[in-house]
């Protein structure tokens, strides 16, 4: 939209291009919700002011949002920041204290940023509705060891809890000094800063759901999860993906209580899926049983919850076509429900191929649900 900056102008190609895209969508009976910012922006905005560590880009992105939604009128569901939290988890590990300085105020930035859109949303267009969204880090204590129960708490505190109290309930959470404290960390929060993130609460809470962790201050004898980077331990209980993974989708509902009961809004599950190996068979089928046997539990999950008193808003699969995972960047690990023949080196006919989960998504979708067997 802006690949030079606002001061620049926009780009009327990358206009036409997303109303394009909306329009096909619609046209199909298909909703958008749009995310404003997904990981990634224009170059520009890292090479010459350094990315979101710089303030900015706070008024940047919120001309960006509003040009957006002042232009895209055909949309009414937006998002501001997919996976807000992910840059604060990508550096659990970090021994590099500049690193943590800089993520930390870079979130910042964005929950400033982000809110300043969804008060000119409020202000400006009543009937639309706008969320932000978190990465789903849910974690379990290992054991009843109260020890583990108080880490867990800290971890869900942390990873998950931080960022999602400033963007529902419009202020840092009460532990928020003690951790900026325990980080050796000194946050430019301005008081213009606070007033704004006290005016532009969301009007729903997104979130990913893939899988859930465990933590624990017992460190012998206890194996480590293939959960990307995190530093979690194998729950005993569940079994695992092929990248090991582990699939709860009791959990899904757990966690749906957790966050719906701390914020009374509405949620968004808007990414849940499995990624496997997927065999093509000389008959151009894919028999994906295990992703089918995902789904089921996992919507059945949230109906329960549902019936227990959650609003959740909207649920979708990630994805409906096979992609490079953002996590490993294979395309081996398949997520979708449609084949791409394309292996990691980009070899293949790229022919797409239904799996036999397509039609399985088609029924929940198309019943809303209520058809999972």
């Known amino acids: 939209m802006f690949p030079k900056g606002i001061k620049e102008g926009i780009n009327p190609e990358g206009v036409e291009f997303y109303h394009n895209v909306f329009k096909e969508c619609l046209k199909y009976g298909i909703e958008p919700l749009v995310h404003l910012y997904k990981y990634d922006m224009p170059a520009f905005y890292i090479e010459e002011l350094g990315g979101w560590k710089n303030r900015f880009l706070i ?4 001309e960006f949002g509003k040009a957006s939604i002042d232009e895209f009128q055909e949309v009414t569901y ?62 379990h204590a290992l054991t009843c060891d109260p020890e583990d129960e108080l880490a867990n708490q800290r971890e869900m505190q942390k990873n998950f809890w931080y960022a999602g109290d400033v963007f529902a309930r419009g202020y840092y959470p009460s532990y928020a000094k003690y951790l900026w404290k325990e980080l050796n960390i000194i946050l430019d929060i301005t008081e213009e800063d606070t007033k704004a993130l006290k005016e532009g609460t969301v009007d729903f809470f997104e ?17 480590a999860t293939g959960n990307l980077n995190f530093m979690g331990k194998k729950n005993p209980y569940l079994k695992e993906s092929d990248w090991g993974w582990a699939i709860d989708p009791k959990g899904l509902k757990f966690f749906m209580h957790e966050i719906y009961d701390r914020y009374q809004i509405p949620l968004m599950n808007c990414e849940n899926g499995l990624g496997a190996f997927d065999t093509l068979e000389e008959d151009g089928t894919v028999h994906d049983q295990y992703r089918i046997d995902y789904m089921r539990e996992h919507v059945k999950a949230m109906s329960e919850a549902i019936d227990e ?21 294979e395309i081996r690990k398949r997520y979708g429900f449609i084949y791409v023949d394309v292996d990691d080196f980009g070899n293949g006919t790229y022919k797409r191929y239904k799996k036999d989960s397509f ?11 209520k058809d999972i067997d």
């Not at 008024?59 to 919120?62: K, L, N, P, T, Y």
């Not at 008193?309 to 490993?328: E, F, R």
Request: hydrophobic share 35%; with cysteine; proline share 1%.
């Open 59 to 62: 008024e940047e992105f919120v």
């Open 78 to 139: 937006w998002s501001t920041f997919n996976e807000i939290n992910a840059a604060q988890f990508s550096i659990l590990d970090s021994n590099n204290q500049e690193e943590v300085q800089r993520q930390y105020q870079a979130l910042h930035n964005q929950l400033v940023a982000s809110a300043k859109v969804v008060k000119y949303l409020h202000d400006n267009y009543p009937d639309k509705k706008i969320g932000c969204m978190q990465a789903g880090i849910f974690t």
């Open 207 to 223: 979130f990913s759901y893939y899988f859930s962790n465990c933590v624990t201050t017992h460190v012998d004898g206890q194996e």
């Open 309 to 329: 008193g959650v609003d959740l808003m909207g649920y979708t699969w990630w994805g409906c076509i096979d992609l490079v995972s953002a996590g490993t960047g």
């Open 359 to 369: 039609e399985y998504c088609k029924k929940v979708y198309t019943s809303n649900g």
